[in-house]
Protein backbone atom coordinates (compact mmCIF):
# COMPACT_ATOMS: atom_id res chain seq x y z
CA UNK A 1 0.00 0.00 0.00
CA UNK A 2 1.41 3.09 -0.94
CA UNK A 3 1.24 6.49 0.97
CA UNK A 4 1.90 8.39 -2.41
CA UNK A 5 4.78 10.58 -0.28
CA UNK A 6 8.76 9.90 -1.96
CA UNK A 7 11.63 9.31 0.23
CA UNK A 8 13.19 12.85 -1.67
CA UNK A 9 10.09 14.57 -0.64
CA UNK A 10 10.80 13.54 3.15
CA UNK A 11 15.15 12.95 3.76
CA UNK A 12 17.74 15.33 5.14
CA UNK A 13 19.46 17.02 2.15
CA UNK A 14 21.81 18.88 4.59
CA UNK A 15 23.17 15.28 6.18
CA UNK A 16 26.63 15.48 8.26
CA UNK A 17 29.30 13.18 6.81
CA UNK A 18 33.39 13.17 6.82
CA UNK A 19 35.95 11.70 5.03
CA UNK A 20 37.09 7.95 5.54
CA UNK A 21 40.44 9.79 6.84
CA UNK A 22 38.71 11.65 9.59
CA UNK A 23 40.36 10.25 13.11
CA UNK A 24 37.77 9.08 15.68
CA UNK A 25 38.20 12.24 18.17
CA UNK A 26 36.99 14.29 15.35
CA UNK A 27 34.16 11.95 14.51
CA UNK A 28 32.72 12.07 18.04
CA UNK A 29 33.27 15.90 18.17
CA UNK A 30 30.81 16.35 14.81
CA UNK A 31 28.41 14.25 15.73
CA UNK A 32 28.01 15.86 19.28
CA UNK A 33 28.65 19.23 17.50
CA UNK A 34 25.52 18.50 15.00
CA UNK A 35 23.26 16.93 17.35
CA UNK A 36 23.10 13.67 15.42
CA UNK A 37 23.22 10.34 15.74
CA UNK A 38 25.39 9.27 12.64
CA UNK A 39 27.65 10.15 9.88
CA UNK A 40 27.63 9.54 6.38
CA UNK A 41 31.05 8.30 5.57
CA UNK A 42 31.71 9.76 1.82
CA UNK A 43 34.85 10.13 -0.86
CA UNK A 44 33.72 12.73 -3.42
CA UNK A 45 29.86 12.00 -3.55
CA UNK A 46 30.36 8.19 -3.39
CA UNK A 47 29.24 6.25 -0.10
CA UNK A 48 32.31 4.94 1.62
CA UNK A 49 30.08 3.69 4.23
CA UNK A 50 28.19 5.01 8.52
CA UNK A 51 29.85 5.50 11.23
CA UNK A 52 26.74 5.83 13.91
CA UNK A 53 27.39 6.54 17.86
CA UNK A 54 27.66 2.85 18.68
CA UNK A 55 30.28 1.93 16.87
CA UNK A 56 32.08 5.13 18.38
CA UNK A 57 31.04 3.96 21.99
CA UNK A 58 32.73 0.71 21.09
CA UNK A 59 35.90 1.79 20.19
CA UNK A 60 36.04 3.86 23.30
CA UNK A 61 35.40 0.71 25.80
CA UNK A 62 37.19 -1.46 23.66
CA UNK A 63 40.76 1.01 23.03
CA UNK A 64 42.93 3.21 24.91
CA UNK A 65 42.41 7.32 25.01
CA UNK A 66 45.13 7.89 23.53
CA UNK A 67 44.63 5.23 20.46
CA UNK A 68 41.60 7.36 19.84
CA UNK A 69 43.09 9.96 17.62
CA UNK A 70 45.01 6.82 15.58
CA UNK A 71 41.50 5.02 14.33
CA UNK A 72 40.05 6.81 11.49
CA UNK A 73 36.23 6.74 10.41
CA UNK A 74 36.90 4.15 7.37
CA UNK A 75 38.17 1.03 10.50
CA UNK A 76 35.10 1.35 12.20
CA UNK A 77 32.92 2.10 9.42
CA UNK A 78 30.04 0.07 8.38
CA UNK A 79 30.68 -0.29 4.52
CA UNK A 80 27.49 -2.77 3.62
CA UNK A 81 24.89 0.05 4.06
CA UNK A 82 21.66 -0.19 3.62
CA UNK A 83 20.75 2.67 0.77
CA UNK A 84 16.62 3.56 -0.73
CA UNK A 85 16.52 5.73 -3.25
CA UNK A 86 14.41 9.07 -3.50
CA UNK A 87 11.81 7.80 -6.11
CA UNK A 88 10.60 5.14 -3.72
CA UNK A 89 7.61 5.61 -1.04
CA UNK A 90 7.71 5.80 2.49
CA UNK A 91 6.29 2.50 2.92
CA UNK A 92 9.08 1.06 1.43
CA UNK A 93 11.72 3.22 3.68
CA UNK A 94 9.55 1.66 6.56
CA UNK A 95 9.91 -1.43 5.75
CA UNK A 96 13.32 -1.56 4.47
CA UNK A 97 14.13 -0.45 8.60
CA UNK A 98 12.11 -3.09 9.93
CA UNK A 99 13.44 -5.55 7.87
CA UNK A 100 16.85 -4.98 7.89
CA UNK A 101 16.94 -3.73 11.80
CA UNK A 102 18.23 -0.01 10.82
CA UNK A 103 17.23 3.95 11.62
CA UNK A 104 18.84 5.28 9.25
CA UNK A 105 19.04 5.13 5.63
CA UNK A 106 21.21 6.66 3.15
CA UNK A 107 19.45 7.89 0.25
CA UNK A 108 21.69 7.40 -2.80
CA UNK A 109 20.65 7.93 -6.77
CA UNK A 110 23.38 6.81 -9.62
CA UNK A 111 26.01 5.95 -7.12
CA UNK A 112 26.00 9.56 -5.26
CA UNK A 113 24.60 9.88 -1.74
CA UNK A 114 22.21 12.43 -2.03
CA UNK A 115 20.53 12.39 1.68
CA UNK A 116 19.14 10.42 4.53
CA UNK A 117 16.22 9.04 5.60
CA UNK A 118 15.78 8.44 9.79
CA UNK A 119 12.24 7.09 10.91
CA UNK A 120 11.90 10.62 12.57
CA UNK A 121 11.99 12.35 9.21
CA UNK A 122 8.94 10.31 8.84
CA UNK A 123 7.04 11.21 11.97
CA UNK A 124 7.80 14.54 11.36
CA UNK A 125 5.32 14.73 8.51
CA UNK A 126 2.74 13.19 10.78
CA UNK A 127 2.96 12.16 14.10
CA UNK A 128 -0.17 9.80 13.28
CA UNK A 129 1.25 8.32 10.49
CA UNK A 130 3.42 5.87 12.59
CA UNK A 131 0.32 3.76 13.43
CA UNK A 132 -0.95 3.77 10.14
CA UNK A 133 2.35 2.81 8.32
CA UNK A 134 2.64 -0.32 11.39
CA UNK A 135 -1.02 -1.80 10.25
CA UNK A 136 -0.20 -1.37 6.82
CA UNK A 137 3.09 -3.77 7.67
CA UNK A 138 1.27 -6.08 9.76
CA UNK A 139 -1.45 -6.34 7.40
CA UNK A 140 1.08 -7.09 4.12
CA UNK A 141 2.67 -9.58 7.02
CA UNK A 142 -0.70 -11.42 7.90
CA UNK A 143 -1.33 -11.50 4.03
CA UNK A 144 2.01 -13.23 3.21
CA UNK A 145 1.13 -15.82 6.04
CA UNK A 146 -2.23 -16.69 4.92
CA UNK A 147 -1.24 -17.09 1.09
CA UNK A 148 1.72 -19.30 2.50
CA UNK A 149 -0.30 -21.79 5.04
CA UNK A 150 -2.93 -21.96 2.17
CA UNK A 151 -5.70 -20.81 4.47
CA UNK A 152 -8.71 -21.20 1.60
CA UNK A 153 -9.37 -18.06 -0.27
CA UNK A 154 -12.29 -17.04 1.33
CA UNK A 155 -10.59 -14.83 3.50
CA UNK A 156 -8.94 -11.29 2.48
CA UNK A 157 -7.81 -8.01 3.92
CA UNK A 158 -10.46 -5.20 3.26
CA UNK A 159 -13.36 -2.96 4.02
CA UNK A 160 -16.43 -5.18 5.80
CA UNK A 161 -19.30 -4.56 4.05
CA UNK A 162 -21.77 -4.35 7.43
CA UNK A 163 -19.34 -2.38 9.93
CA UNK A 164 -17.16 -0.19 7.50
CA UNK A 165 -13.62 -1.24 9.41
CA UNK A 166 -10.72 -2.37 7.57
CA UNK A 167 -9.04 -5.36 8.76
CA UNK A 168 -9.29 -9.70 8.04
CA UNK A 169 -12.63 -10.40 6.38
CA UNK A 170 -14.22 -13.47 5.65
CA UNK A 171 -16.86 -13.74 2.95
CA UNK A 172 -20.34 -15.39 4.40
CA UNK A 173 -23.49 -15.03 2.25
CA UNK A 174 -21.50 -13.08 -0.60
CA UNK A 175 -20.96 -10.70 1.67
CA UNK A 176 -17.23 -9.76 2.98
CA UNK A 177 -17.71 -9.25 6.66
CA UNK A 178 -14.84 -8.74 9.58
CA UNK A 179 -14.23 -11.06 12.23
CA UNK A 180 -16.90 -9.63 15.09
CA UNK A 181 -19.38 -9.24 12.70
CA UNK A 182 -18.89 -12.83 11.22
CA UNK A 183 -18.98 -14.00 14.73
CA UNK A 184 -22.22 -12.33 15.63
CA UNK A 185 -24.04 -14.38 12.79
Do not use: H
Not at 13 to 36: G, H, I, M, Q, W
Not at 97 to 126: A, C, Q, S, W, Y
Not at 155 to 175: H, I, S
Amino acid sequence: MEMGVKVGDVMTRNFVYVSPDTNLTECAKTLVKKRVGSLIIKEGDKLQGILTEKDIIWAVVKKSVKSLKDIKAKDLMKRKVVTIKPSEDLTDAIQLFRKKKVRRLPVVENGMVIGMITMNDILRIDPGLFQMIAETIKIKEETEKIKRRGIASSRKYGVCQECGEYGLLYEDADQWLCDACYTKR
